[in-house]
């Protein structure tokens, strides 16, 4: 693991970039979600008569801000099941999992700790939903195949939010811009441990697995909007701010995420690339008095993939 990577799962990192995450999400995908989703139709209820709750797994959960975005958003009983290889992590995310749907429903938790990339068919059986944030990234070519295969073996709808895709528009412009984006995005490819990351190449990777497999497959843009003008609120994971109503701005919450984003993605850039170092030091002061000066507006390219199980596939 690299130290980007260690940075990457810190807690406080996963907090700061809480808001501009709920910011990005792209809200477009909720209602073909809803639709496929077992309580928007028929559904098996128990002797009681109640319907049986959405299994929701949410994998690589972090410190959960997937569910505490997701959870307010859908109607009915959910039991969620996160998915880490930390403990620590682990327990974060459970507590702090909203414990409502959005019609009042109860929403209830389970963790299990282990390597999300060895899940099965068989172990997605009765699932109603597999999510996650910012992994397909991280993710082999063979790890995402096992993944697809999982999903569309047990027939179960997945939604796999913010993964880069190796586009980075700052303004204004800077002539070592495009050099720092090629390193990062060759960090990002880069083989460790035997392990050759898919990187900014995932979401294309994903869309055409999921189809090869015949699932219906949505990619939706999912942008961070940071620095200047991008006003990020610590409370956008809510319903109505994550959706774009009603976020006050918080400029210092933005500076504060800008600028450790901008020390990450220049120190990855020259973690593949060492000779950049002393060039970069350079371009990183000039970047972060910009930003601290509020002068610096960056978008940092993601893009959301919702998958659902269908007789044709296809992307769209």
């Given at each position: 693991?690299?130290?980007?990577?260690?940075?990457?799962?810190?807690?406080?990192?996963?907090?700061?970039?809480?808001?501009?995450?709920?910011?990005?999400?792209?809200?477009?995908?909720?209602?073909?979600?809803?639709?496929?989703?077992?309580?928007?139709?028929?559904?098996?209820?128990d002797r009681n008569g109640r319907v049986a709750p959405?299994?929701?797994?949410?994998l690589g959960c972090g410190t959960g801000s997937m569910g505490r975005w997701l959870a307010p958003r859908l109607s009915g009983r959910q039991h969620w099941i996160l998915h880490d290889h930390d403990a620590r992590l682990l327990e974060l995310a459970s507590t702090r999992l909203p414990r409502t749907a959005a019609d009042g429903s109860p929403v209830t938790v389970a963790t299990e700790r282990g390597d999300v990339s060895r899940l099965t068919a068989e172990r997605l059986m009765g699932t109603s939903l597999v999510t996650a944030s910012a992994l397909l990234d991280v993710l082999t070519r063979e790890e995402l195949d096992g993944l697809v295969a999982a999903c569309a073996g047990a027939g179960c709808p997945a939604l796999l939010a913010l993964s880069v895709v190796g586009r980075v528009d700052l303004a204004?412009?800077?002539?070592?811009?495009?050099?720092?984006?090629?390193?990062?995005?060759?960090?990002?490819?880069?083989?460790?441990?035997?392990?050759?990351?898919?990187?900014?190449?995932?979401?294309?990777?994903?869309?055409v697995a999921f189809a090869r497999r015949g699932m219906t497959v949505r990619v939706q843009?999912?942008?961070w909007r940071l620095g200047a003008g991008a006003g990020i609120s610590a409370d956008a994971a809510a319903p109505g701010a994550a959706d774009g109503a009603g976020r006050a701005p918080d400029e210092l919450l933005s500076r504060r995420l800008?600028?450790?984003?901008?020390?990450?993605?220049?120190?990855?850039?020259?973690?593949?690339?060492?000779?950049?170092a002393s060039?970069?030091?350079?371009?990183?002061r000039r970047r972060l008095e910009a930003c601290e000066a509020g002068e610096l507006s960056v978008v940092v390219h993601h893009s959301d993939v919702l998958a659902l199980p269908g007789r044709t596939g296809?992307?769209?």
């Amino acid at each position: 693991m690299s130290t980007t990577d260690v940075t990457r799962y810190a807690p406080e990192w996963l907090a700061l970039r809480e808001a501009a995450d709920a910011a990005a999400r792209a809200p477009e995908l909720l209602e073909p979600l809803r639709l496929r989703l077992p309580g928007s139709g028929a559904a098996p209820a128990d002797r009681n008569g109640r319907v049986a709750p959405l299994v929701i797994r949410d994998l690589g959960c972090g410190t959960g801000s997937m569910g505490r975005w997701l959870a307010p958003r859908l109607s009915g009983r959910q039991h969620w099941i996160l998915h880490d290889h930390d403990a620590r992590l682990l327990e974060l995310a459970s507590t702090r999992l909203p414990r409502t749907a959005a019609d009042g429903s109860p929403v209830t938790v389970a963790t299990e700790r282990g390597d999300v990339s060895r899940l099965t068919a068989e172990r997605l059986m009765g699932t109603s939903l597999v999510t996650a944030s910012a992994l397909l990234d991280v993710l082999t070519r063979e790890e995402l195949d096992g993944l697809v295969a999982a999903c569309a073996g047990a027939g179960c709808p997945a939604l796999l939010a913010l993964s880069v895709v190796g586009r980075v528009d700052l303004a204004p412009a800077d002539p070592m811009d495009a050099e720092i984006t090629d390193a990062f995005n060759a960090h990002q490819r880069r083989e460790e441990h035997g392990r050759r990351l898919l990187g900014p190449d995932a979401v294309a990777a994903a869309s055409v697995a999921f189809a090869r497999r015949g699932m219906t497959v949505r990619v939706q843009t999912s942008p961070w909007r940071l620095g200047a003008g991008a006003g990020i609120s610590a409370d956008a994971a809510a319903p109505g701010a994550a959706d774009g109503a009603g976020r006050a701005p918080d400029e210092l919450l933005s500076r504060r995420l800008t600028a450790e984003w901008l020390r990450g993605w220049v120190g990855a850039a020259c973690e593949q690339r060492p000779d950049l170092a002393s060039r970069a030091d350079a371009y990183l002061r000039r970047r972060l008095e910009a930003c601290e000066a509020g002068e610096l507006s960056v978008v940092v390219h993601h893009s959301d993939v919702l998958a659902l199980p269908g007789r044709t596939g296809g992307v769209s």
